[in-house]
């Protein structure tokens, strides 16, 4: 028998966010009432662990269009004008070869393994990432995780008055061109962008401050303070006792919020091991200077 969310069984993960989602097949067809159901456990835990689910692309975009507008992969669309709505995290290819440290490609993923919240440089940044796992690693490969909405209510009141109404520029190529040299075609397609450096979650109030690799430095205030200001949060925020390391393991779907948390790579020998992971996203409701 089909089951909805209704039966399904929500662990909570960390202290500060974060639920396992278990009984449940997402590969189903998904009533309007199990979307609702999910849309509040990523506002309520920001991070969703689905593990033992098996969608193919087909039902992974489903599912992705489910939760909202899929947003088109920023690779392909700049750097080779074609739209599609998937990006592959890990160094298996299309025909099954692999590749190894030494390749390009491989090298420029190692920008993951920098702290950020994906799609921050784009004018309409990403609400959330849907994550399926097929090949892991047996060593390495974990991703960590991190709630800047915690870390914002751990702020001193001073703090958070001095920065709640500044804006951020965020820069894709500020980020990425310290591990590889980013195409010129997908760099002039990505110009830098201004966001909210703080931000409300529109359905429950809760505030949390808007960084990472690609947030370069504040608008109006030289680079060096700039500087000071964006690394103090960042190393506040990702404490070792406020971050989550998750392991993954084949048939994981994870869906976290991009809004609020923050992620990294861990690394892998991608001489050694095979890893195939299978990424969307969902569009924000609209840039962060118009919330």
Not at 6 to 26: P, R, T
Not at 32 to 57: C, G, N, R, T
Not at 101 to 114: A, D, E, I, S
Not at 123 to 137: Q, R
Request: negative net charge; charged residues 25%; contains cysteine.
């Amino acid at each position: 028998m089909e089951k909805g969310l209704y039966d399904m069984i929500i662990k909570e993960i960390h202290d500060d966010f974060g639920a396992q989602i278990s009984n449940v097949d997402l590969s189903i067809s998904i009533k309007k009432e199990d979307i609702k159901v999910i849309l509040k456990a990523i506002d309520d835990f920001s991070f969703l662990i689905f593990p033992e689910q098996s969608l193919s692309d087909d039902s992974h975009l489903e599912f992705t269009k489910l939760l909202g507008t899929p947003e088109p992969n920023h690779v392909a669309q700049g750097r080779d004008g074609i739209i599609n709505y998937f990006g592959t995290i890990g160094n298996v290819q299309p025909d099954g070869t692999v590749q190894g440290n030494n390749h390009q490609h491989t090298k420029f993923l190692t920008g993951n393994n920098m702290w950020h919240t994906d799609s921050s440089f784009r004018k309409v940044p990403s609400f959330v990432s849907i994550m399926m796992a097929y090949e892991v690693p047996e060593e390495g490969g974990e991703t960590q995780f991190v709630s800047a909405r915690s870390a914002y209510e751990r702020l001193s009141d001073d703090m958070k008055a001095k920065i709640d109404s500044l804006e951020v520029i965020h820069d894709y190529v500020f980020s990425r061109s310290k591990v590889a040299e980013v195409d010129p075609k997908h760099a002039a397609s990505l110009p830098p962008i201004t966001q909210k450096l703080v931000r409300r979650n529109p359905n429950t109030g809760a505030k949390n401050f808007y960084i990472g690799s690609h947030a370069k430095e504040i608008l109006g205030w030289n680079y060096d303070d700039s500087r000071l200001l964006l690394d103090e949060l960042l190393a506040e925020t990702v404490a070792d006792e406020y971050v989550y390391t998750h392991t993954w393991q084949p048939g994981d779907l994870v869906i976290w919020d991009n809004r609020c948390i923050l992620h990294r790579g861990t690394g892998y020998d991608a001489d050694k091991y095979r890893r195939f992971m299978r990424q969307t996203r969902v569009a924000g409701s609209g840039p962060t200077l118009e919330e």
